[in-house]
T-cell receptor, first 115, second 108 residues
Framework: SQTIHQWPATLVQPVGSPLSLECTVEGTSNPNLYWYRQAAGRGLQLLFYSVGIGQISSEVPQNLSASRPQDRQFILSSKKLLLSDSGFYLC??????????????FGDGTRLSIL | GQNIDQPTEMTATEGAIVQINCTYQTSGFNGLFWYQQHAGEAPTFLSYNVLDGLEEKGRFSSFLSRSKGYSYLLLKELQMKDSASYLCAVRNTDKLIFGTGTRLQVFP
């Protein structure tokens, strides 16, 4: 069966510090991978998605970036965090190839607090 | 543009039935998903609709009308553990566009 791992679970960082969040998927090949952010009491905002190694699409302009160095690894990064980067970050995977009925599956999330 | 609307909050009593509505206007449509999200946790998949009509899955049912851009999630025999946020999401090619979610509180 497929599993998705995301870490760390919580993170407290000072403004201006760098960030690296990692997500890995097991049990499937060539998944679509996604990074979302959820502000307190708000819906999920898609930040980045990837349909293959090295292929990254950015959905919103911001000071975050994403990379996919391996098929089942997705990394969210920042060189300098802003206060507005606080939130709940979720990684998700889905099947590629237009299998519309298959849902995206989420990792447990990282709660990021910027001080 | 992409717009998905849900009520922000709802309350209901244990054992009752509640209907959570979702209306959408999106540039593309490849199906509609409902997710449940307990506070501080990741969303979990509840249901999927791509054709008009009702899909039933135990205590949960979901309805879709594509011509009206409308869906609802129906929860029967409410239990305290159903207190959570319910997220409506429209699939557009490989992406999901989420609404802001409806926070449901179930009272004894």
């Amino acid at each position: 069966s497929q599993t998705i791992h995301q870490w760390p679970a919580t993170l407290v960082q000072p403004v201006g510090s760098p960030l690296s969040l990692e997500c890995t998927v097991e049990g499937t090949s060539n998944p679509n991978l996604y990074w979302y952010r959820q502000a307190a009491g708000r819906g999920l905002q898609l930040l980045f998605y990837s349909v293959g190694i090295g292929q990254i699409s950015s959905e919103v302009p911001q000071n975050l970036s994403a990379s996919r160095p391996q098929d089942r690894q997705f990394i969210l990064s920042s060189k300098k965090l802003l206060l507005s980067d606080s939130g709940f970050y979720l990684c998700a995977w889905g099947l590629t190839g237009g299998v519309s009925s298959q849902p995206q599956h989420f990792g447990d999330g990282t709660r990021l607090s910027i001080l | 543009g992409q717009n998905i609307d849900q009520p922000t909050e709802m309350t209901a009593t244990e054992g009752a039935i509640v209907q959570i509505n979702c209306t959408y206007q999106t540039s593309g449509f490849n199906g509609l998903f409902w997710y449940q999200q307990h506070a501080g946790e990741a969303p979990t998949f509840l249901s999927y609709n791509v054709l008009d009509g009702l899909e039933e899955k135990g205590r949960f049912s979901s309805f879709l009308s594509r011509s009206k851009g409308y869906s609802y999630l129906l929860l029967k025999e409410l239990q305290m553990k159903d207190s959570a946020s319910y997220l409506c999401a429209v699939r557009n090619t490989d992406k999901l566009i989420f609404g802001t979610g409806t926070r449901l509180q179930v009272f004894p």
